[in-house]
């Protein structure tokens, strides 16, 4: 027998005996209603428990329909580190946003291993909550709609998610995270809702997405390393911020950060870098932002070391986060503004190590300017805002 023949012969063994070995939990054994009005919180709970009792490889099934779903804590460890949640269908928060509009998350892992979440469209009918943070009442700060935390070997892969009260996908304290062929989708003008945060994480990374939203596209917090973001298209949104960093004097910092062949349409900022105008000892630094489209972009490349929302805290003081080694490589396009390259470092740590390599940004089909304070660099190639380093 040849040895192609035995490895494939070994092949279908070792495929046919995993699937064997693998448990199948569906949340319709459990209870669960796919009428969008059943609450099925429960069921789903339930099914849960019982993957996460297995000590075989599992998976949690939810077929097509509408699930209606207050909080779901997915909770390990689990006895196996191999759970796929298999997701045909969608799951809906509750239409009244006072029922979870307190909690932390709508869906939210914790303390697991091995957990892969696949397809699936979460929709948290953020609307309402939108509605009232707008008309000044006092509002629920809202859920985000789902968070992997404390956990590792996470793959997240071909979900949609809309209309989040908050963030829309939160990855804290994670490591090793895949994120690819992700969806967002939000109203422009919708409040504090990030497309995919990750803090305090290492080893994450972002493909092949596209987020609309009324926030950060991306938003990347303290403690965060070894990031990778390529083939992402943002719009609206604010873009993709590395911040903000400095609202605490001790902060972790960010490093190691790369954001390639991205396309920035129609919003705030593309790349951006942002902390507080305030002491911290946090920093930024190891950064390459190459490969970017802007289209029509309001500030397509930023750093504001003075963000100082309503004034408090921060007027007269500088950021203690310091800046350094940050590539732009390959961006071009156009800008809504006519300053496109903006470098508002602070006095006291001014940002080093800055490089432009091959820019080339127009505002209204004529070249764009740059600002630059406290910023220190160099540029090389074909450089358009002429720089101001």
Sequence with gaps: MSPLVISTLLFISFASSSLVRSAKYSVLSYGAKPDGKTDSTKAFAAAWSQACASTKPATLYVPKGIFSLSQVIFQGPCKNNAILVSVAGSLVAPSDYGLIGGAKNWLV???????????????????????????????????????????????????????????????????????????????????????????????????????????????????????????????????????????????????????????????ENGVRIKSWGRPSNGFARNILFQHAVMNNVQNPIIIDQNYCPGN??????????????????DIHGSSAKEIAVKFDCSKKYPCTGIKLEDINLTYQNQPAEASCTNARGAASGLVQPTSCL
Aim: contains cysteine.
């Design 312 to 329: 408090k805290n921060c007027p007269g003081q500088a950021s203690g986060v310091q800046i350094s080694d940050v590539t732009y490589q």
């Design 109 to 267: 892992f914790e303390h697991v291993n091995g957990v892969t979440l696949s397809g699936g469209t979460l929709d948290g009918q953020g609307a309402g909550l939108w509605s009232c943070k707008k008309s000044g009442k006092s509002c629920p700060s809202g859920a985000t709609s789902l968070e992997f935390s404390n956990s590792n070997n996470i793959v997240i892969t071909g979900l949609t998610s809309l209309n989040s009260q908050m963030f829309h996908i939160v990855i804290n304290a994670c490591q090793n995270v895949k994120v690819k062929g992700v969806r967002v989708s939000a109203a422009g003008n919708s409040p504090n809702t990030d497309g995919i945060h990750v803090s305090s994480s290492t080893s994450v990374t972002i493909l092949n997405s596209r987020i609309g939203t009324g926030d950060d596209c991306v938003s990347i917090g303290p403690g965060t390393s070894n990031l990778w973001i390529e083939n992402v298209a943002c719009g609206p949104g604010h873009g993709i911020s590395i911040g903000s960093l400095g609202q605490d004097v001790q902060e972790a910092g960010v490093q190691n950060v790369t954001v390639k062949t991205t396309t920035f349409t129609g919003t």
